[in-house]
């Protein structure tokens, strides 16, 4: 079974720098989805950034880019210029490509301070 | 477009007492899934529904709890008896079946807590 593991239970960063949230992935599939969700305290999960495994290029979204080694089985999110709305739990997750459900890490709580 | 809505946001009953949960997920969304999130970590899922039939339910306590999709558009996840350890976010979420398949949307979630 497909395992994704978040080795850092907590991070924080000071507004407007950046910050890298580490994320790894077991899995002997080829084809496969990566995602970061983004939780704040409301609980909803917000779709922050998706990568599909067959694409080299690293996925971007305005401030949010990641760094995706395939071999390496490594999926990490880069937050640029962080802003104090950025504080919230940040979910790694895997899928793989025939849709079975969403595999998800324990988390990461990322920290903003002014 | 309307987001996938839950009710009730929040719910506390006592141990041994039944709750229930509804869903609608995105419109057009044919794959619906709830999810258990305890605190302190990473939703777990419960059951996946293609339409209205069970894709996987391997994570579903079944002796206490049950869900439906009848119509295939909403659901109904119920717990019965509730414990103390079913205290958690339950989350439902649904994907599309074409474009963006491979996304799962979540709703704001229900909390439960089981005293």
């Known amino acids: 079974a497909q395992t994704v593991t978040q080795s850092q239970p907590e991070m924080s960063v000071q507004e407007a720098e950046t910050v890298t949230l580490s994320c790894t992935y077991d899995?002997?599939?080829?084809?496969?989805?990566l995602f970061w969700y983004k939780q704040p305290p409301s609980r909803q999960m917000i779709l922050v950034i998706r990568q599909e495994a067959y694409k080299q290029q690293n996925a971007t979204e305005n401030r949010f880019s990641v760094n995706f080694q395939k071999a390496a089985k490594s999926f990490s999110l880069k937050i640029s210029d962080s802003q104090l709305g950025d504080a919230a739990m940040y979910f790694c997750a895997y899928r793989s490509y025939n849709n079975n459900d969403m595999r998800f890490g324990a988390g990461t709580r990322l920290t903003v301070k002014p | 477009e309307a987001g996938v809505a839950q009710s009730p946001r929040y719910k506390i009953i006592e141990k041994r007492q039944s709750v229930a949960f509804w869903c609608n997920p995105i419109?057009?969304?044919?794959?619906l899934y709830w999810y258990q999130q305890i605190l302190g970590q990473g939703p777990k899922l419960l059951i996946q529904f293609q339409n209205n039939g069970v894709v996987d339910d391997s994570q579903l306590p079944k002796d206490r709890f049950s869900a439906e999709r009848l119509k295939g558009v909403d659901s109904t996840l119920k717990i019965q008896p509730a414990k103390l350890e079913d205290s958690a976010v339950y989350l439902c979420?649904?994907?599309?079946?074409?474009?963006?398949?491979?996304?799962?949307?979540f709703g704001e979630g229900s909390w439960l807590t089981v005293v």
């Open positions: 979420a649904s994907s599309s079946s074409w474009g963006e398949r491979n996304t799962i949307y």
């Open positions: 419109s057009g969304h044919a794959t």
């Open positions: 899995t002997s599939e080829s084809d496969y989805y």
